[in-house]
């Protein structure tokens, strides 16, 4: 099966009243929100199926201040049905010699790359069902070694 775009991810300078447009306007749900070391999050979804379609981030500085980013899109995500079809993307890429970040989000195996434009992108394959997976995020991203996701889907 082809991965299927999962999510867009939008930087903005005001968390609530984008949250607000999109829930609003669209419909979308707030399914989670959660904050890490430097930024505070809205996870909006359209069905129950998928933790978000649409992230919205909203980044501060140590004293809660709003950097007064520009709003842009951050990156764009794929998701794959299995751990398989992820480690397939993941060796198509580094045959592509492109540099690639791995990240553990409990909710998500992640990797993320840049296309030949410069557009980061990501490709996921979900984990909250998974053993050691988690429902919702929390702001809590850790290391992944691919070898770990090789070794789940039988390499």
Do not use: C
Request: aromatic share 10%.
């Amino acid at each position: 099966m082809p991965a299927r775009l999962g999510h867009l991810r939008l930087d903005v300078n005001d968390l609530a009243r984008a949250t607000n447009f999109y829930t609003e306007i669209f419909g979308l749900k707030v399914h989670e929100r959660a904050t890490d070391d430097v930024s505070h999050y809205a996870f909006l979804t359209d069905d129950v199926g998928m933790h978000h379609r649409l992230v919205l981030r909203q980044s501060r500085d140590e004293a809660g201040r709003d950097l007064g980013e520009a709003t842009r899109l951050d990156h764009f995500a794929w998701e794959v049905e299995s751990p398989g079809e992820w480690v397939e993307i993941v060796d198509k890429l580094e045959a592509r010699g492109l540099e690639l970040e791995f990240g553990e989000a409990g909710i998500a195996w992640q990797v993320y790359f840049h296309d030949p434009e410069g557009v980061k992108l990501e490709v996921y394959v979900d984990r909250r069902d998974a053993p050691g997976g988690r429902p919702l995020w929390h702001g809590q991203q850790d290391d992944l070694d691919p070898d770990t996701v090789r070794e789940v889907a039988g390499e």
